[in-house]
């Protein structure tokens, strides 16, 4: 494990037991600003504790990359807490999780993530200042959702030489808070979708609100389309899969798209555009940090809108410098995160 720190450079791992509630849980921390480090709190089940540390590490580095990206002055932070078969009260452990928060004095701040809901950030709320998106904060998903729209059209401008997405064929994996949210926006801008989700209910309501065609969970990325959004899981794109798709473009929520910045590669020398997981989804963080600093409504869209010219940029250096935009979108986070 100290190995993968070094390697991400995740400086500092917290974790806690609280025999009462039942909580275990993980705070990863990354980069050397002299800032709080944000990042939303996950409650999964994990096969092993292990697999829950490596998520933390791992997804605390991404969010250092995604803050820098897009201009916020925040550390990356991740927290896992690790989802038993059984929990006796959650509110309780909500809490609980809250003094721990609490006990690590502002070096991270929590929000909402998978498996987590503003409810329980309410719950945590009762117990440090601490955290963000709670009820009263509002869920990020939507602000999330309204980035991916804007990335997608700047993908389609950089990729296919127009922003209108009338008639653009886009395939969404992934109906949950982000991925029905971007239906919705690309419905009104008139793209046609292909949509599938392992709930049946939500595939339903996209094909009567949307007018969506289903299309099988497996069949989606190889389905002909425009292009691909990964709105569901991480690592969608391997090499294998890389060479079935039949998109110009792959541009989605899902956090850690790509099993290896190779892959990145790949989708290059396949002429298919890549949009960077942590440059298109910033969305939420955008949010989540402008108001937790206080600021109004407006700044915060203003904020949002960035991510397509930060898109723009990323695949213009790309073509200049001939490296795919996941090499060029992860060399400058370097610089900003690390000098
Ligand atoms: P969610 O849990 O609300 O939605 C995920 C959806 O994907 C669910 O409807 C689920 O049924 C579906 N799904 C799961 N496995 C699938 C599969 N194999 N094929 C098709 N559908 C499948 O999650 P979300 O908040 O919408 O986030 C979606 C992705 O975006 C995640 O990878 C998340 O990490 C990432 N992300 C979310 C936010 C945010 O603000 N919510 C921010 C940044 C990144």
């Not at 440090?128 to 059209?153: C, E, K, M, N, W």
């Amino acid at each position: 494990m100290l190995a993968l720190m070094q390697r991400t450079r995740v400086e500092t791992v917290h974790m806690t037991v609280d025999p009462v509630t039942g909580l275990r849980a993980i705070v990863a921390i990354h980069g050397g600003r002299q800032a709080p480090a944000l990042g939303g709190c996950r409650y999964l089940a994990y096969p092993d504790e292990e697999s829950a540390m490596i998520d933390a590490i791992r997804l605390a580095e991404t969010m250092s990359y995604k803050a820098a990206l897009a201009g916020l002055p925040f550390n990356g932070g991740k927290a896992v807490i690790l989802r038993g078969p059984h929990v006796e009260d959650r509110a309780l452990l909500f809490e609980a999780f809250g003094r721990f928060i609490d006990s690590l004095q502002g070096r991270y701040i929590t929000a909402v993530d998978s498996g987590t809901s503003t409810a329980d950030m309410d719950c945590v709320a009762q117990a440090t200042a601490y955290v963000t998106s709670t009820t009263q904060a509002g869920d990020p998903s939507a602000h999330t959702a309204l980035g991916v729209f804007a990335g997608i059209r700047s993908t389609a401008m950089a990729r296919l030489g127009s922003d209108n997405l009338e008639g653009l064929r886009v395939a969404i994996q992934g109906l949950g808070h982000v991925g029905y949210g971007l239906a919705e926006h690309l419905h009104a801008a008139g793209a046609e979708l292909l949509v599938c989700d392992t709930d049946p209910g939500k595939v339903q309501l996209a094909v009567e609100q949307f007018n969506a065609r289903p299309i099988a969970g497996e069949a989606l990325p190889t389905t002909p389309c425009d292009i691909f959004a990964p709105c569901a899981n991480g690592g969608v794109l391997s090499a294998k899969s890389v060479a079935q798709l039949r998109c110009a473009a792959v541009a989605g929520s899902a956090n850690a798209q790509l099993t290896s910045l190779d892959v990145g590669d790949l989708l290059e020398s396949r002429g298919i555009l890549y949009a960077p997981d942590y440059v298109i989804n910033a969305g939420g963080l955008i949010q989540v940090a402008l108001q937790y600093q206080g600021a109004e409504a407006s700044v915060i869209t203003t904020h949002l809108r960035q991510i397509g010219k930060r898109l723009t940029d990323i695949f213009a250096q790309a073509q200049a410098s001939h490296h795919s935009p996941a090499r060029v979108a992860q060399a400058m986070a370097e610089r900003l995160v690390y000098g």
